[in-house]
């Protein structure tokens, strides 16, 4: 089977990265970017999922791919330090489970990551070839993932992002305007900082390296650990500060946004202060790189007030 033939597979069903995905791909095939678009079929629960590993490879042998990414996670932070044994089963075990079923078809595979496999200690944005360490058991199980997968995939890419929001679903920007409506006083951790990444963007840069892949073949040089974030960067004060902004060209009234230190946020996680991702890697192999955060943000909220007004009711994600 060769690229060319053959479903997308995408897991994490109704997930931000996997309906972008899902988006953007029937936008390619009807916006006149490409008329042999790929087909993206998107696996979730209950007929797929991690937490039931008998559920994985049947799925997959009946959809036949022929590339798959998988943006199925569990991305609960917090939860994770009393649920390891869940979050290594969906982020270590089942990519494991993809990245053998791939090796044994001969397909790529196309893995999400995430900036939280560092400590942040840095003081500089992280290329691929920095020393990971990470704080919390939600990083130390995405890293186990990322293993895993090189392990036994070698037509395996690592995307690893950071700071990911969409129009819907659970994100830190929803959760903001959604406070919003609550209250006009916020306080927010302004010393740890990131590159925020909306998922139409990642989806993107996604379905251009399956294109490539699909047109050009595999080229083994693909393969391995890429950062693909948001360019530029900012705190999560400095992106409530401009969630907010934004969301007043829409008529919200900006709250007051109080900067707070993270031992005023205590959390049972801790976070990495500086999760700067260096994306250089990604430019020079695949030509690509994501917008400008801030330009991108502004595009993410217009969606979001352009849905509300058609589905009057509470924001998305509350």
Not at 31 to 57: A, K, M, N, Q
Not at 76 to 83: G, I, L, M, Q
Request: with cysteine; hydrophobic share 40%.
């Amino acid at each position: 089977m060769t690229e060319a033939q053959g479903p997308i597979v995408v897991t994490g069903g109704s997930g931000q990265v996997a309906s972008a995905l899902a988006v953007g791909a029937a936008g390619a095939a009807t916006g006149g970017e490409s008329t042999d678009g790929p087909r993206i079929l998107r696996l979730g629960r209950p007929g797929f999922d991690f937490d039931r590993p008998e559920t994985i490879l049947p799925a997959l042998r009946e959809a036949a791919p022929s590339l798959v990414v998988n943006a199925a996670a569990y991305t609960a932070v917090d939860r994770a330090e009393t649920e390891a044994d869940a979050a290594l089963r969906a982020n270590r075990d089942g990519p494991a489970a993809l990245a053998a079923y791939c090796a044994a078809a001969g397909i790529p595979l196309i893995h999400i990551s995430t900036d939280y496999v560092f400590d942040g200690r840095k003081g500089a944005p992280y290329a691929e070839t920095d020393p990971t360490n990470p704080t919390g058991v939600y990083g130390a199980s995405k890293l186990a993932g990322e293993q895993a997968v090189l392990a036994s995939c070698p037509r395996a890419i690592i995307l690893r992002t950071s700071w990911v929001y969409a129009e819907s679903g659970r994100n830190f920007v929803l959760t903001m305007l959604n406070a919003r409506t609550r209250t006009d006083r916020l306080r927010v951790v302004a010393d740890q900082i990131g590159c925020p990444t909306p998922a139409p963007d990642l989806a993107r840069v996604i379905l251009q390296i399956i294109a490539r892949i699909r047109a050009q073949g595999w080229d083994d040089r693909y393969a391995g650990q890429y950062h693909a974030a948001g360019e530029g960067w900012t705190s999560w004060h400095g992106l409530a500060t401009a969630v907010f902004e934004e969301a007043a060209r829409h008529g919200m009234a900006v709250p007051l946004v109080e900067p707070i230190a993270t031992a005023d946020w205590p959390t049972p996680a801790r976070r990495p202060a500086d999760s700067r991702l260096d994306c250089t890697r990604l430019a020079e192999t695949f030509g690509l790189r994501l917008p400008p955060w801030r330009a991108s943000l502004s595009n993410v909220i217009d969606r979001v007030f352009q849905q509300h007004q058609t589905t009057p009711g509470p924001l998305p994600g509350r």
